[in-house]
């Protein structure tokens, strides 16, 4: 290749007269000074000794690219293990608040419904002394599966702690809100896949609220999950 008139210096080889390690990355680095100026250098003085300087400048700063990627890929990976709930593939409570605040952002500004669905499971703490925390672990990993097979990818999955779940759904009125709340209900008393456990055991109390563009996501929970113990109280003096 030529650079101002003057032939670069060729690539290193070995004593066999094969490309010494790095060749192809000097290769490519010496393509990319190939142009009348480079960092204010001219053609003039892009002497083999120049070129062989920018060279090492290059490749030095692709390396540096390549692990400012690695350490954003790692990044990345951390903050996706820290969203996760500890035992179940649904979003934590720290995440679902996150979540919860983006998504009421969304529907203010493109002007949908928004509701949010809180969930108890009664009878949990009996399960899980007779039978043993890892049945009840395996009930709450059901459970998530339940909830995560009958909602939409747009909707939002997650457990607040305990046997308590919430879900966020999008394009969802109060009354629209309420009736997919008690098909998700039917589904987790009636549908649970746990050898050993049968799902009838569980009964689910849920709360709902159609979420305002103004309403602070704690505070949506705390009323969703207000309505939920309201509702497990009708039921228990029913």
Request: hydrophobic letters at 45%.
């Amino acid at each position: 290749m030529k650079v101002g008139g003057a032939r670069s210096e060729p690539i290193a080889a070995n004593r066999r007269g094969v490309a010494a390690p790095g060749a192809p990355k000097a290769a490519a680095a010496a393509q990319r000074i190939d142009s009348a100026t480079f960092l204010g250098v001219s053609r003039a003085e892009m002497t083999p000794a120049v070129q062989a300087a920018i060279q090492t400048l290059l490749g030095e700063l692709d390396e540096l690219k390549s692990e400012v990627n690695r350490l954003k890929a790692r990044l990345d990976e951390a903050e996706g293990l820290a969203d996760r709930d500890a035992l179940t593939p649904l979003l934590n409570r720290r995440a679902f608040v996150r979540e919860l605040g983006r998504a009421r952002t969304a529907a203010q500004r493109y002007d949908f419904p928004l509701s949010l669905v809180y969930f108890d499971l009664d009878g949990f703490k009996t399960l899980n002394d007779r039978l043993g925390h890892a049945a009840g672990d395996a009930a709450l990993q059901a459970v998530a599966a339940r909830l995560n097979a009958n909602v939409r990818d747009s909707d939002v999955v997650g457990r607040m702690g305990g046997d308590e779940f919430a879900v966020v759904l999008v394009q969802a009125d109060q009354t629209t809100a309420e009736a997919k709340a008690a098909v998700l209900a039917e589904a987790i008393e009636h549908g649970l896949d746990v050898p050993g456990i049968d799902g009838a055991r569980l009964r689910v109390s849920y709360g709902v609220r159609e979420i305002s563009a103004d309403a602070d996501p704690e505070i949506l929970i705390a009323e969703a999950d207000a309505a939920m113990f309201a509702a497990k109280r009708q039921r228990r003096a029913g």
